[in-house]
């Protein structure tokens, strides 16, 4: 450590003097020292702009700038937006457009915005994009922060919540927006005990190598503020987790050996300074690198190092559907073709790093960070660390996104470890480095796939192939292979049907669940092929697949028959105006510009079942109501920006016939909130929203009964202690003090489970694994450098049947933010272990490689869904990478099978088709 | 371990001369490269210097300060020679580190993707070295001697960067290739600077980066434009063999071959636009 120097500036208008370290990273000590939380760090490194904040007017990245240059300046930060405690415009803005979904770039592009505007109060879009280019967001899709930002002075207000029973379908803000832009909200990093001690993890620099490790005792006791060095030994119960327990195989530290580059073997305990000054080669451990295989290709062959002795041939599970007589279809087709695709390891690029801290209490312990999954987390800890289950609360922060790969424990064991065995705070903070080595990634794949059809281009079979890259450990490697053969098929009609796939070992990162779950993978093949085929035959493509679409009463390929709600037909035709002038345009243009620049149009579908497939997957929410008359919301559905604290709300609000306005939330925590089971699958609206329907109609129910009144009476809390039902002329008033609280503190409570009705699948993978899809289609328009390979996308038209759109504002989030998530997985992203595990290495789409948005919401009402509404999360990422690669075919011919389609992949295959 | 924040270049040699430092200005390199580790070696904080932070001409040249940010860059009035300069800044990382980072700090990164070589190349760019030995003027070709190698010694430290008024004639421009909009390390990119008189080119200067170890003129390439009536099949000239000299490699970004194609057609492009731009249009 340096010599503290003085330090003087003003902060946010006041004036400050402290000493300090003049090295230290202005964006360190804003958060550390000043305990200004609402900077967030991302990266470290200048790449994800969360830390952005204003020296001297001048917008800089804090975690680039050393504190001694802060001196005598003017610092602002996000919470200095507040005038005088009321939001300001921006602010608003913000909240207004929906443009902070898990909000953690938030604080980034609100600063940058502000910089933007005090220089020009009205900037165009371009303008709004150069100005906000700096900060990453991954949850958006950047349009609703450009229209907040662009609108900032002149949107319109709402000042009014929707009335009872009016809460569904109203484009209400997120309910939880408002510390989101004024930087209060604690994620997992925001909120360490001032007497904590920190924890850093060792990690193997080798994809394969024997470690041993040497004198850990004389090592600790030998350096200034080294509390703990911890191993695989001092686990008390088991040293194994997984998120699927017949496969559980992963260790908290590995034993002897290291799988994977970024395994963590040990772990030190000290103090931050401690730990910051520590040197990675004086940490007691020697290496022996070993063979291994990155790419499932190696791993399979016989010679190959087994990465678990168990699995043999290295292969953790195969998937597999069948039905009807897939090689006769395929023999009597008129027209067949086969594609070949393959995709990398996308990294879900959440902006917070993995963060969190434990405090023993007693014989319990408490864990504090980000999760997609608290009760999974609790179960994971009780075991690892032979403690009852009761022993463990988890209290899950903001979560600043997740997008699958929170739904893995992965910080937690370490700090609950250290903080039981040294019964004193134990903290965390991921390096954007140790979240890209160790957490789970999207499975590479490389898929084969054979489709034929008839003269009139009904589809006459279908045979998939598929090879998952699951990495060093089963993480959700098993949910991939069930998932990818039931969806496969996109959602078509097929009556001869193969799929099978097989998950593989290497020494790789886990490949977990990614937004998804193999299915965006397997739409590339499957939606390139139908283009292909569509062309062969000689149909729009467009037809071909309205022809071949799933409709009510038609078998699925799991041979599941639904009478109602598949919407993909209304889906398609929905695009099929745009379909037709957007390829009227193209042509035209291309007609006209006979240069290097070529226009195209794509098209690409999803189908995506909601839960877990053919398993449980409850929810349970609890509604009470205080002797005050206050409704209180037990909502145990984790909140990852996705927008559940406000889409369960609505539900809640008009199933018990009450504002939004009137109902408190109570979040995650495990000691005071049911299961909502686990932020994935695309489950939380469907199984949860069910859940709060249930408990809502039963509180609705009970509150009736007692006051005697019809069904249709009027519910009207007040803010003392009665409450009024208006049925008609008469009025019942409920004294709520004369009511017993129960052991929860309520005078009147409802607790309802939902669990999806499904049926396993059976030897040939026929069944129902679930009970509601849903269904989207994306028709992208895009402009090729044909001499460059480099690609413009102009525009992207997105219609998502979601039965029912609860809150249309975020059915508009997630769509945009899939779509950007799809964006990158065509044209960018590839995880290469040791290669790109930073955000400068590693690209994910910016403010200004997005296309004009265009969002068709469809209704096709579910049967089983709460008032109708189905999910959505991942369905709305699978459809663009496949539209945009048919929308580059389309306009060059070229064909790129191997993404992410990169300048010199699309210039490559442009060249292939002239030499041909 | 030492910190210090010289305000005068004198005090920051004088300091130079008896210990060995890193030198911080914008940070932007600095930090990434410690990561989560502290400072192991002494600091430098150079960035108080104020008298380096200028852009001015005198006779001569125009120099550019040790300081100079690129925004300063882009808010300078500057000869349309420094139009590639202009057009490299805008494009080096976003506006948080336009702000901070500076020129000549991108230079001693010596990245073989410095944003800020290809257009300082054309400008026939003088590197001035200082330390308590006196001065030493190096043209930035030689001063750049691989990646993250510089001739920079221990001691020394770069003050200024001196531009010929000679080679500050005509128009340049500046083409970068990414796999995205912002924040992104470049595939490729090419300076180019042509002077036209008479409607002929009169002396022509052209750079590519990203494409070797450090970026690099290219003299054949100019020899056979040097003499050339301007029309719009100047830049069919330009063939890949004038890329001979290049090392292009391949890594996780693009092939060497794409390289090579696509700096041969951005040179094209850069010059088919200055060519428009003479010609009015």
Redesign the interface.
């Known amino acids: 450590m340096m010599k503290p120097i003085d330090i003087t500036l003003t902060l946010n208008g006041s004036p400050l003097s402290f000493t300090e370290d003049p090295t230290k990273r202005l964006s360190e000590v804003l958060r550390n020292r000043l305990n200004f939380k609402g900077t967030k760090v991302g990266c470290d490194a200048g790449d994800c702009g969360a830390c952005s904040v204003l020296i001297d007017d001048q917008l800089a990245c804090s975690c680039l700038v050393p504190i001694a240059q802060a001196n005598e300046s003017r610092i602002e930060t996000v919470e200095g937006l507040n005038d005088n405690g009321t939001l300001s415009q921006l602010q608003q803005s913000f909240l207004h457009h929906g443009a902070a979904q898990c909000g953690v770039c938030t604080p980034g592009m609100l600063m940058s915005a502000k910089a933007l505007l005090e220089v020009n109060p009205s900037p165009t879009t371009s303008e709004v994009e150069d100005a906000l280019g700096g900060v990453l967001c991954r949850c958006t899709g950047y349009q609703k922060i450009i229209d907040a930002v662009v609108n900032t002075h002149s949107f319109k207000k709402i000042e009014q919540q929707p009335e009872a029973g009016r809460a569904i379908g109203a484009s209400i803000q997120h309910l939880d927006g408002a510390p989101k832009v004024t930087g209060e909200l604690a994620y997992g990093a925001d909120e360490f005990p001032s007497d904590t001690l920190f924890i850093r993890i060792i990690r193997s620099p080798h994809h394969h190598a024997a470690f041993t490790i040497g004198d850990s005792q004389n090592f600790i006791s030998s350096s200034d503020g080294l509390a703990l060095f911890l191993s695989a030994a001092d686990i008390p119960g088991r040293n194994c987790h997984g998120v699927i327990p017949p496969f559980a195989d992963q260790p908290v530290f590995a034993v002897n050996t290291a799988r994977f580059r970024g395994e963590a073997v040990a772990a030190v305990v000290g103090t931050a300074e401690a730990l910051g000054a520590l040197e990675e080669n004086a940490i007691p451990i020697q290496w022996q690198e070993l063979p291994y295989s990155v790419i499932p290709e190696e791993a399979v062959l016989d010679n190959s190092t087994l990465v678990h002795d168990t699995r043999a041939g290295n292969v953790l599970v195969e998937g597999f559907v069948e039905r009807g007589d897939t090689n006769t279809a395929l023999e009597n087709a008129s027209y067949s073709v086969t594609v070949q695709t393959s995709t990398p390891f996308i990294e879900h690029a959440y902006i917070e790093p993995e963060a969190g801290y434990c405090v023993r209490v007693g014989e319990r312990i408490e864990i504090h960070g980000c999760t997609q999954a608290a009760q999974m987390d609790k179960e994971s800890l009780a075991d690892i660390m032979n403690l009852p289950l009761e022993a463990i609360r988890v209290m899950p922060s903001a979560c600043g996104g997740g997008f699958g790969s929170k739904l893995d424990i992965s910080f937690q064991p370490y700090i609950a470890l250290a903080a039981w065995l040294l019964k004193r705070p134990v903290a965390i903070n991921y390096t954007r480095g140790d979240s890209m080595q160790s957490t789970t990634k999207r499975h590479p794949s490389n898929i084969t796939l054979t489709i034929g059809c008839d003269k009139e281009g009904m589809l006459s079979g279908f045979d998939f192939k598929g090879t998952f890259n699951t990495g060093a450990y089963a993480s959700w490697g098993p949910t991939v292979a069930n998932r990818v053969p039931v969806h496969a098929s996109g959602p078509y009609h097929i009556p001869d049907y193969r799929a099978r796939s097989v998950a593989v070992h290497t020494n790789t990162p886990p490949s977990g669940a990614f937004r998804g779950f193999g299915v965006p993978q397997s739409a590339v093949a499957q939606e390139t092929a139908f283009d292909q085929l569509a062309d062969t035959v000689g149909i729009d493509r467009l037809e071909f697949r309205l022809r071949n679409a799933l409709r009510n009463q038609q078998p699925t390929v799991t041979g599941q028959v639904f009478n109602s709600g598949v919407g993909i037909a209304e889906c398609l035709q929905a695009l099929q105006a745009t379909w037709k002038s957007a390829n009227k345009k193209a042509r035209a243009y291309n007609q006209s510009n006979r240069g290097q620049l070529v226009k195209g149009v794509g098209i690409g579908t999803c189908w995506y079942g909601c839960g877990n497939t053919s398993l449980p997957n409850p929810s349970t929410i609890r509604i009470g109501i205080t002797p005050k008359g206050e409704v209180v919301l037990h909502q145990g559905a984790m909140d990852i920006g996705q927008g559940s604290n406000t889409v369960i709300t609505q539900i809640t609000a008009d199933a018990l016939g009450v504002p939004v306005n009137t109902i408190t939330i109570i979040g995650g925590d495990t000691d005071l909130t049911p299961d909502c089971g686990k932020t994935s699958a695309s489950r939380q609206t469907y199984v949860t929203g069910m859940a709060a329907k249930r408990s809502a109609e039963a509180l609705r129910t009970a509150l009736l009964r007692l006051g005697n009144v019809s069904t249709d009476a009027h519910v009207a809390l007040s803010t003392g202690p009665t409450i009024e039902l208006q049925d008609g002329q008469q009025t019942a008033t409920i004294d709520l003090r004369q009511m017993d609280v129960n052991e929860f503190g309520y005078v009147l409570m409802s607790e309802e489970t939902y669990d999806p009705p499904t049926s396993p699948l059976d030897s040939q993978g026929q069944g129902s694994p679930y009970a509601v899809y849903g269904y989207g289609a994306q028709l992208m328009e895009l402009t090729v450098d044909t001499k460059l390979g480099t690609i413009k996308l102009d525009r992207v038209t997105a219609a998502h049947d979601v039965g029912r759109a609860i809150n249309p504002m975020l059915v508009e989030g997630q769509i945009e933010g899939g779509i950007a998530q799809g964006i990158g997985m065509a044209l960018m992203e590839e995880y290469i272990p040791g290669k790109t595990e930073n955000l400068h290495d590693y690209l994910i789409p910016t403010i200004g490689d997005m296309p004009v948005f265009n969002n068709i919401i469809v209704e096709v009402e579910d049967a089983e869904g709460p008032y109708g509404a189905k999910g959505l999360g991942e369905h709305v990422l699978i459809p663009t990478a496949p539209a945009i690669l048919n929308a580059i075919r389309d306009a060059t011919g070229a064909i790129v099978s191997e993404l992410p389609a990169t300048p010199h992949k699309v210039l490559a295959a442009i060249n292939r088709i002239r030499h041909e | 371990?030492?910190?210090a924040?010289p305000k005068t270049t004198k005090e920051a040699l004088a300091l130079l001369a008896n210990d060995s430092w890193s030198l911080?200005s914008?940070?932007?390199d600095?930090?990434?490269k410690l990561?989560?580790?502290?400072?192991?070696d002494n600091?430098l904080?150079i960035?108080r210097l104020s008298a380096l932070r200028t852009i001015h001409s005198d006779d001569t040249h125009w120099h550019i300060g040790a300081l100079v940010t690129w925004?300063d860059v882009i808010n300078s009035n500057l000869p349309d020679a420094f139009n590639a300069l202009k057009l490299a800044a805008q494009e080096v990382?976003?506006?948080?580190?336009q702000?901070?980072a500076t020129v000549v700090g991108n230079i001693c990164n010596a990245s073989p993707a410095a944003d800020g070589m290809p257009a300082l190349l054309c400008l026939d760019t003088i590197v001035r070295v200082s330390s308590s030995n006196g001065l030493r003027d190096i043209a930035l070709q030689e001063f750049v001697t691989g990646n993250r190698q510089t001739t920079l010694d221990a001691g020394e430290m770069v003050v200024d960067l001196l531009i010929p008024k000679t080679s500050t004639k005509g128009q340049s421009n500046f083409l970068k290739?990414g796999?995205?909009?912002?924040?992104?390390?470049s595939?490729a990119m090419v300076a180019t600077r042509l002077v036209i008189d008479n409607n002929s080119v009169v002396d022509a200067a052209l750079s590519v980066g990203s494409c070797s170890v450090v970026a690099r003129r290219l003299p054949a390439l100019e020899q056979t434009l040097i003499g050339q009536p301007v029309t719009t099949e100047l830049s069919a000239l330009i063939t890949q063999s004038h890329l001979n000299g290049l090392t292009a490699i391949d890594d996780?970004?693009?092939?060497a071959?794409?390289r090579y194609?696509?700096a041969a057609?951005?040179l094209r492009r850069s010059v088919d636009s200055l060519v428009i731009q003479a010609s009015g249009h």
Do not use: C, H, W
Request: net charge positive; charged share 15%.
């Open positions: 371990m030492k910190f924040q911080v914008g940070g932007t600095f930090y990434p990561g989560s580790s502290q400072p192991t600091v904080d960035s925004t990382g976003s506006v948080q580190i702000n901070r290739l796999a995205r909009k912002y924040l992104v390390i595939i996780v970004r693009a092939t071959d794409y194609q696509a057609e951005l």
